[in-house]
């Protein structure tokens, strides 16, 4: 089993501002796998939020090629990724990237496209949305325009009284369904106001209004929120779950938080448990990361999976996206052509 692995630096379209960031590029690794003549893909496309710099990610991965020598059979994920766990418990994105790399081979292996594999029906995935980030309105517009064949838009806010201006301000372009997502930027009493209004503007959900670990001010949101309130920041593996049932009414699943597809449906099961909704998320990366989350989305209620769609990239290519909707093809693995 050989693994190699290089850093690739992807052009965002639009600098991407979030209530406490601006960005203007985004490093993602590139994993492949090889073994018997078969090479699989994945994608880490870590972030410093979760305490993973790109630095770490290729450490890790380097020690993590001496640790797969210990397996001779790449379809045993289950027990490669327990040991890496143990090993690398904070470097979930790294991980994420062999866990789909391994999930790319096996499928190339056994001639199943991993939708295949993990027994669902591509017919049933979701749409996804399309994110809009924090700008000047006429950029804002301008970026409204530009997503004309997206029929959700995922609205970033969390920047005070702008936050209304920018509703107002989309809402006279589009009546398009939004999502908003506000990456902690509110305080309890100022979410509860905002989702008043929010809900009169066709919103249909908001993520994280509050700071991560603000549990007490999530129930008691939560008690008198008129939309449905999604964890992001709040959830990154299945352990998080059973705390936020009172929080939330759904949570964001995305590879590069939890360490993988494995951990990821096992997430899903857990939170259908907790009667949470699912979203199936992403972060700014290639098509290989969106592609792979894409092939459970059947599985999710509500899916944001655009993060290759950001940027300038186009080496891969992968799923595709019809008018918001998830195509995937019926190609072995995850589907990536190079
Ligand atoms: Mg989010």
């Known amino acids: 089993m050989q693994l190699s692995y290089e850093l690739k630096t992807l052009r965002l379209l639009h600098p991407f501002i979030l209530s406490d960031s601006r960005i203007e590029t985004k490093d993602v690794i590139i994993i492949r796998f090889e073994h018997e003549g078969i090479t699989g893909i994945g994608e880490s496309s870590p972030s410093r939020y ?16 001496d640790l797969l020598g210990q397996f001779k ?28 790399a391994l999930h790319d081979w096996v499928g190339k292996k056994s001639q199943l496209p991993l939708y295949k594999f993990f027994k669902l029906d591509r017919a049933r995935t979701p749409f996804t949305s399309f994110t809009i980030g924090i700008d000047e309105l006429s950029v804002i517009e301008q970026k409204i325009r530009e997503a004309e064949s997206y029929p959700i838009l995922k609205i970033k806010l969390g920047v005070g009284e702008q936050d209304f201006e920018i509703i107002t301000a989309i809402r006279k372009v589009t009546d398009k369904i939004l999502r908003v997502d506000v990456n902690e930027g509110w305080n309890k009493e100022e979410a509860a106001i905002k989702i008043d209004w929010l809900a009169g503007q066709g919103v249909e959900l908001i993520e994280q209004p509050l700071p991560k670990k603000n549990y007490d001010g999530m129930i008691w949101l939560k008690q008198r929120s008129k939309l449905p309130l999604f964890a992001d920041e709040s959830v ?10 009172e929080c939330f009414h759904g949570i964001n699943i995305k590879l590069d938080k939890c360490g993988g597809l494995l951990e990821a449906v096992k997430m899903i099961k857990t939170a259908r448990k907790h009667e949470l909704k699912i979203m199936l998320g992403c972060m700014i990366q290639t098509v290989i ?36 909707k998830i195509i995937l093809n019926d190609k072995y693995g995850i589907g990536i052509l190079e």
């Not at 143990?86 to 994105?93: A, D, G, T, V, Y």
């Not at 990154?236 to 049932?245: C, G, H």
């Open 73 to 100: 059979d790449p379809s045993s994920i289950e027990d490669i990724m327990r040991l890496l766990l143990q090993h690398f418990p904070e470097n979930s994105s790294a991980r994420s990237g062999i866990d789909m």
């Open 236 to 245: 990154k593996t299945n352990e998080d779950i059973s705390a936020l049932q």
């Open 289 to 324: 990361g969106t592609t792979a989350a894409a092939h459970i989305s059947p599985l999710a209620d509500f899916a944001d999976l655009d993060g290759h769609l950001l940027t300038s990239d186009h080496s891969f290519q992968g799923m595709e996206i019809k008018n918001g």
């Open 50 to 65: 979760y305490g993973e710099p790109p630095a770490s990610v290729l450490e890790c991965l380097g020690k993590a090629a």
